[in-house]
């Protein structure tokens, strides 16, 4: 008798609920919203979705009206507010509150697309650590739904409405990235996301990604370097300490070395063999009296010549995407090209093409950087 009891108290309270605003299937932990987009908006490209939940996502209709379902209600099951963000299909972007009932449907109130604030986005920009390439980085906002798929490098995120958010990057062999960005001020905003190698993921770093910049994949470690094997050496050279380096003669920066006879340096100074502190073991460098003295990227530290993060890093930091110099861990630092939402790679002074990493593929320009040629 009790079973029969609680069907029947079930059916009426579905029927009670259909008719007085509720669904005909309903669902105690959603509900359904409605609303209207008045004034000058985009047809075709306007949306709306409710924020936290970027799949109720739905096209604003020609007349400018909207309907989102299994919009989520409060945790307590009582009335809640949702924010509804309102895109205009162009330029601007805004949160608009209204009640959202349990299995029940509500009306949101008009909004006039004039009153909407200027939509934010946000240009993102992945750093792989290893040098591997970031091309198949792929990124999101929790809770917000965007107007395209930002994938690549550098993506643009794209509408936003004032807030505080959490911008996710993915990419294969590497762990997630999360990173807060504000946008309650009226400006935009580049971010740079440093992906770090997943160190159990058998696909890491550049064995599922490949490098950039002409750098060769290391399949045991997933990191890039300028060779691994003497094959992608060119004639008369050979692949040293992942270096490509002549087979006979003095050796350049960072090639592997015993004695500081080994080491080629310009007339006037000394060439040094010094342990290279970031792992690389005994690295060739020279003696300077300033920076200028020493390879682009080069800082003369006790007067010595030495990459700020170690050789290895010093040839995966050449080329890495940027907004500011003060991204790149070379010494000198440029942001080549880089220019307000435009981003640009990281590079340094030069006096001569010998200063420049040419293996990978860089020359001295006319302004004293090493320009990708």
Known sequence: MNSIKSILGAVLSAALLAG????????????????????????????????????????VGDDGSYTLSHVPVASNGNVGKAQVVLFDGDTRADIQLADVKPASRTQADDRDSGTLRRARSVVTAARCSGGASAAKTTYSVDGAALKDDAKGDVATLFPLPPGVFKVRAKLSGFHDKVQDVDLNLDADAQIEMELELDEGDDHRGCIANGCTDGRECDDHDGQCYGCTVDAQCAAGQKCDNRVCVATSGPLPACASCTADLNCDAPVTFTGKCVLDSFGAGNVCSHTCGA???????????????????????????????????????????????????????????????????????????????????
Request: hydrophobic residues 30%.
């Open 20 to 59: 007085c605003g509720g669904l005909d299937s309903p669902d105690l932990n959603t509900g359904q919203v409605s609303g209207r987009l008045t004034g000058d908006f985009k047809k075709g490209a306007a949306f709306a979705y409710a924020f936290g939940a970027p799949e109720t996502k739905v096209l």
């Open 291 to 373: 920076d200028t003295d020493c390879p682009s990227g080069f800082a003369c530290n006790g007067g010595v010549c030495a990459p700020p993060a170690g050789c290895s890093a010093y040839f995966q930091a050449f080329g890495s995407v940027c907004f500011q110099p003060s991204q790149c861990a070379l010494a000198d630092a440029a942001c080549f090209g880089a220019s307000g939402s435009t981003a640009g790679y990281c590079t340094s002074r030069c006096t001569s093409k010998s200063d420049c990493p040419e293996s990978l593929g860089y020359i001295c320009s006319s302004g004293n950087l090493c320009v990708k040629k």
